[in-house]
Structures are given as structure tokens and as C-alpha cells.
């Protein structure tokens, strides 16, 4: 039994450890999430993308107006929560990264590329929802509640595998040259 | 351009989590039930002070919530049967069958042999209702101090309603993915998916678990 046990744990211990070490940093999510600086930071977030979809809206010839973090017209409003921020899809994606044992020169390009695909993922999900819920009201919480939340779940573990296997890919390349 | 496994990997995972997830007739409401049995057959009962119930709610709201958790104070109750109750609505679909799909996904679409799939989707589902039932736990736990089921300070129960945002917010992605990288992979399998230049992080074998190993290039 005793045998057993070491055996079992010899295979899973270093899953274990990589698991562990991922949902510290989750946690430590919710720990950031509590300090003023963080929650000033994300407001500005959430402003900042109801602007630039309400911009990028009017250029596309919709005349929606932005008062904090609501894009509204005559039709339609939209109001940009934090939830809606996109950041614990980014704070999954920069944990899965930091925990996956690769060299730091190659987790940061990956993290700042994959953090701004995000970013500008949830922009055209603002955008996407504001236009569906002026032409196609009664879509709007399909779109929203279940369309968009499985794209950003897909992109989200996309990023993260696709990182893997350049890191992978890389090391590769640098030990057959060597 | 991605490497092919991982390409292979990401397309076979979209199509099962989108077929998954597609609105098949009559699964909504059928998984609804099953969640309602699932739960009050751990929490449904009664005691001399409470009451606790799981039904279907009435159809007339917009909202998709399908699964009603009723408590009662008996204590606060009149004679006539009227009296404060408290109603926990929520969706079972979204709480309980997308975190499980996305799971079922990532596994099915994991490159290893059938019978170590059918053995970590047995183990996940198992850990998945494990959590539902930690959610529902601190869910009907807030519920119940709205109606002096239970006593707690303004800073616990702060405590507890952020406990319980944590626990719904992690069902979407990160629980699911944390379950799906502890019942599926092995040792072996991190080896394989790691360059070699960094195998000896997992090198438990020779260095004896439980130490930190050095990494080595080789």
C-alpha cells in the first residue's frame, strides 16, 4: 500500500506543485482586488474601454455618448462593469504563464502579446453588444451571456497553448542549433 | 504558425465545448432537475428552526434562473403559514453544466488513451460536485442570515458574500482548468509536453519528491 501510495504520489506530486503554485496566484487575485490602488486601477479600465468603443462606434456611424462607463444613444445603453473588464481572463492567462516552467526573456513578450489580444478581444465584445443591442435587441443576452463568455474562454486557453507550444517550438530550435 | 498538437489540441477542444454547449431540446430543463435532486439531496430537510427546499421557479421572470433554493425561519413564521422566506435563485445551467463542460472539453480533447480519459472525466466530475457543493453551501449559508438563521457580524458577512462572488466567478474558467491539469496529467505527461531543457524540474525520480530540483540545462 505504502508502495503504492509513493508511486502515485512520485506521478502526481509535480502536478501537484504546478497546480498549487496556479491557484495561489489566483487567490492572490482577490487579495490585489481588496487594495484601493487596484480597484482605482480597474475603474480606469473599464472607463477607458466604454470611451474607445464609444469612439470607434461613432466612427462606424453610430451616435452613441459616453458618460463614465455608459455608452447610450437614443435606443439603446450599455453600462461597462468591472466584471466586464475582461482582467480575470487576463490574470488566468499571466498565471498559466508565470507557473509554466520557461525562462523569463520568454514569458514576458508572451504576456504582453497575449495580455493586449485580450484586451482588445473585450473591446470588440463592448462594441459587438452595443451594436447587437441597438439592430438586435432580443440576441442581446445570448451574445452576451453565452456567445461571448465561450469566445473568451476559447481565446483565453487559445493564448495560453499557443505560448506553450512557441516556447516549446523555440527551445527546440536553440538545442538543435547547439 | 502554432506547432500541429497543440493546433489539433485547441480544435478538438472548440468543437466538443461549443457541441456541449449548444441549446439541445429539453437538456436545459432536464439538467435543471438533476441539479435541484443533486443539491436537495444534501441540503433539503427540515429542523425545528429551518426549513430548506429546492424547487423550480415560477416562468415569469426574464431571467434564465431555473433553480430555487427556498429557506425558512420557522421561528419567524405566523400561524396562518405566512412569513419571511428566503429565495435563492439561480441558474443551473450556467453554474453547473458550463464549468462541467468546459471540463468534459478539455478532457476529451486531451491527446492520452480513452481509459485514462474516462478515469479523469470520472475524477473531475467528481471534484467539479464537490465545489457545487462548497457553492451551495456558502450561498444558502449568506441566505440564511437575512432571515436570523444565523448570526454574523457586518465584517464576516462581508466576508461571506465575497467568498461567495469568488466561488461563482472561478466556476467559468479557472476551476474547471486547475481540475482538468490534476485528475489528467502525470509526470510523464509534463516531461512530454516540456522542452528537455527543463525536464529535471520534474525530475522527482532521481532527486526524491517533495525536494525542489535544480534546473539543468542538458
Not at chain 1, 70 to 84: D, E, H
Not at chain 1, 120 to 143: C, K
Not at chain 2, 48 to 55: A, G, K, M
Amino acid at each position: 500500500m505504502k508502495v503504492l501510495w509513493h508511486s502515485w504520489f512520485a506521478r502526481k506530486g509535480p502536478v501537484f506543485r504546478m497546480a498549487t503554485k496556479f491557484a495561489a496566484l489566483i487567490l492572490a487575485y482577490y487579495v490585489f482586488a481588496l487594495l484601493p490602488f487596484f480597484e482605482r486601477a480597474l475603474n480606469g479600465l473599464v472607463i477607458s474601454t466604454a470611451r474607445l468603443a464609444s469612439y470607434l462606434l461613432n466612427l462606424l456611424g453610430e451616435q452613441s455618448q459616453i458618460i463614465e462607463n455608459t455608452i447610450s444613444s437614443g435606443q439603446f445603453a450599455i453600462t461597462v462593469l468591472k466584471a466586464c473588464s475582461c482582467v480575470e481572463f487576463v490574470w488566468f492567462y499571466c498565471s498559466a504563464l508565470i507557473v509554466f516552467p520557461s525562462p523569463w526573456p520568454r514569458k514576458i513578450p508572451g504576456i504582453l502579446i497575449g495580455v493586449s489580444i485580450l484586451l482588445v478581444l473585450n473591446l470588440i465584445r463592448v462594441m459587438s453588444l452595443y451594436l447587437v443591442g441597438v439592430h438586435f435587441p432580443n440576441a442581446f443576452d445570448t451574445v452576451h451571456e453565452d456567445i461571448w463568455s465561450v469566445i473568451l474562454i476559447i481565446a483565453s486557453l487559445g493564448l495560453t497553448v499557443a505560448w506553450i507550444g512557441w516556447a516549446r517550438r523555440d527551445d527546440e530550435q536553440k538545442s538543435d542549433a547547439a | 504558425m502554432l506547432p500541429k498538437q497543440p493546433k489539433a489540441f485547441l480544435c478538438r477542444f472548440a468543437v466538443v465545448y461549443v457541441l456541449l454547449l449548444l441549446p439541445w431540446p429539453g437538456f436545459r430543463e432536464a439538467y435543471g432537475e438533476y441539479f435541484q435532486a443533486f443539491g436537495g439531496m444534501i441540503f433539503a430537510g427540515q429542523t425545528e428552526r429551518s426549513e430548506l427546499t429546492f424547487e423550480t421557479p415560477e416562468r415569469n421572470s426574464p431571467l434564465p434562473q431555473d433553480t430555487r433554493v427556498v429557506i425558512v425561519n420557522k421561528t419567524l413564521m405566523n400561524y396562518d403559514g405566512s412569513g419571511p422566506v428566503r429565495n435563492l435563485d439561480f441558474d443551473a445551467h450556467a453554474v453547473g453544466w458550463k464549468p462541467l463542460a468546459l471540463l468534459a472539453a478539455l478532457v476529451i480533447a486531451t491527446p492520452l488513451p480513452w481509459g485514462r480519459r474516462i478515469r479523469a472525466l470520472a475524477f473531475g466530475a467528481l471534484a467539479m460536485h464537490l465545489y457545487f457543493l462548497l457553492f451551495l453551501f456558502v450561498a444558502i449559508w449568506n441566505e440564511s442570515t437575512e432571515i436570523s438563521l444565523l448570526l454574523l457580524t457586518p465584517f464576516w458577512k462581508s466576508a461571506l458574500n465575497e467568498l461567495k462572488t469568488m466561488l461563482v466567478s472561478q466556476l467559468s474558467l479557472c476551476l474547471p482548468v486547475l481540475i482538468w491539469v490534476v485528475v489528467t496529467f502525470r509526470r510523464e505527461d509534463m516531461i512530454g509536453i516540456l522542452n528537455s531543457n527543463f525536464t529535471s524540474s520534474f525530475s522527482t525520480a532521481e532527486k526524491g519528491y517533495g525536494r525542489k530540483g535544480r534546473c539543468e540545462a542538458q
